[in-house]
């Protein structure tokens, strides 16, 4: 299978902070990655997918790029409904379609 | 709307089987792929298999093969996951979530709609 490797685990910011999510594919995966934001008890709510594009109703603050084994997911301009846990997800390969173990974006 | 409703929490002893259904509304429910996802107490996201929008027929993870089961009924637009020879390590909130797709149906294998989940507690 596939490993996706997410950082950092955690994240502290403040409203209106920039920040970025890194995550790093065990091997290529092209432009197949997507993330997901997800909220305590809830479940979790497609960003983006093929890697850069931005999913109807997500707002321009997310943004994703890469390819290949590494990806990121920015948030600019933090707002206080942006604090969650985001997943990054590969689809590239049939044996499995992984997820990132995760990062907390807590506020400071 | 699109919505995927599942059934509710279930408590298990170990070696037992447990089955959630996932009741889909808003679409055309024979047009989209279905997999499940599930999220252990405090951890992250994993895939557990999906099942063909035409065919019925079902791809499961390697860690699941011989202890999962997906099967639907198109009749009611509903689709199960039959998890048996359960363990402790499988207590768990199990989500159906539908596959994005294009207009002729072929998968995508990332996923736009989500259940709410299905608290499954495994124990003695």
């Known amino acids: 299978d596939i490993q996706m490797t997410q950082s950092p685990s955690t994240l502290s910011a403040s409203v209106g902070d920039r920040v970025t999510i890194t995550c790093r594919a065990s091997?290529?995966?092209?432009?197949?990655l997507a993330w997901y934001q997800q909220k305590p008890g809830k479940a979790p709510k497609l960003l983006i997918y093929k890697a850069s594009n931005l999913e109807s109703g997500v707002p321009l603050r997310f943004s994703g790029s890469g390819s290949g084994t590494e990806f990121t997911l920015t948030i600019n301009s933090l707002q206080p409904d942006d604090f969650a846990t985001y997943y990054c997800q590969q689809y590239n390969s049939y044996s499995g379609y992984t997820f990132g173990q995760g990062t907390k974006l807590e506020i400071k | 709307q699109v919505q995927l409703v599942q059934s509710g929490a279930e408590v298990r002893r170990p070696g037992a089987s447990v089955k959630v259904s996932c009741k889909a509304s808003g679409y055309t429910f024979t047009a989209y792929y279905m997999h499940w996802v599930r999220q252990a107490p405090g951890q992250g996201l994993e895939w557990m298999g999906r099942?063909?929008?035409?065919?019925?027929?079902?791809d499961y993870a390697q860690k699941f093969q011989g202890r999962v089961t997906m099967t639907r009924d198109t009749s009611i637009s509903t689709a199960y996951m039959e998890l048996s020879r359960l363990r402790s390590d499988d207590t768990a909130v199990y989500f159906c979530?539908?596959?994005?797709?294009?207009?002729?149906?072929?998968?995508?294998?990332?996923?736009?709609?989500w259940g709410q989940g299905t608290l499954v507690t495994v124990s003695s």
């Open positions: 979530a539908r596959d994005t797709g294009d207009s002729s149906g072929y998968p995508f294998n990332y996923f736009d709609y």
């Open positions: 099942i063909n929008r035409n065919s019925g027929v079902s």
């Open positions: 091997q290529n995966i092209n432009i197949w």
